[in-house]
């Protein structure tokens, strides 16, 4: 996807890029390239594969929900996908930034502080450990290809306010659901919609799932890593 692709294809999300935030997005891709010289954040680096991949992908998250003027937590954000990029191309929304390797986060700060993005924070922590003490302040919780859904939901759910959203961006979701129903009941939580559809120029999967949170999470969750992995609640 070259960048007149790319421009033409957010269009058709809905999404107009001023000169400033293209700019942006440029500068972001050329640290990305020269910090990913020097440790590993992305095996996608070239150009037309970061702005298929990465930058229109994350904006594929507006397909299924409305994230102007809300304020977005993204688990696992790496190299900030989707978190970053939705920050840069709207800046009336309030992001925070999960992450809990710390050269990552030292990225994420690099980039924030070369653009002035004073929309976005770069937290370095573990995501379960992060839940435990910011519980349903977000309006919206995202995480894109990180863990399987079930794993994502007992991290994320926590920290989403009542009738508040979470969203899973998912290539596919094959052999992740079985027994997610026990999930839905005890995070208290529904499944408002579900997306599929293909990438532009590439044509490869994607899924986005909204899930709506009905009440306040029980204190127990998340639990930690090692029993998150174990066992299902």
Do not use: W
């Not at 102007?68 to 996908?81: R, V």
């Not at 929309?119 to 435990?132: H, L, S």
């Amino acid at each position: 996807m070259n960048k007149e692709e790319f421009i033409k294809e957010t269009e058709k999300l809905g999404i107009k890029l001023n000169n400033d935030i293209l700019s942006k997005l440029e500068k972001y891709y050329q640290i990305l390239k020269e910090e990913n010289s020097k440790y590993n954040l992305t095996r996608i680096i070239e150009e037309p594969e970061v702005y298929l991949k990465h930058f229109y992908d994350s904006l594929t998250i507006t397909k299924i929900i409305k994230i102007d003027s809300k304020s977005i937590c993204d688990l696992g954000s790496g190299a900030g996908f989707p978190g970053l990029v939705l920050a840069i191309c709207f800046p009336n929304t309030n992001v925070t930034l999960i992450e809990s390797n710390g050269k990552k986060c030292n990225f994420l700060n690099m980039v924030r502080n070369i653009l002035k993005i004073n929309n976005v924070i770069v937290i370095n922590a573990r995501i379960e450990e992060y839940a435990k003490n910011n519980r349903e302040i977000f309006d919206i919780v995202t995480a894109r290809a990180v863990a399987p859904i079930k794993h994502l939901l007992e991290y994320g759910i926590p920290l989403v306010k009542i009738e508040g959203n979470f969203i899973a961006m998912k290539a596919n979701t094959e052999n992740e659901e079985s027994n997610i129903d026990n999930y839905y009941k005890k995070l208290y939580i529904i499944e408002e919609e579900r997306i599929e559809f293909n990438l532009p120029i590439e044509n490869s999967l994607r899924t986005l799932i909204k899930y709506k949170k009905k009440e306040t999470t029980n204190k127990i969750y998340p639990r930690k890593y090692s029993e998150i992995k174990k066992k299902d609640i």
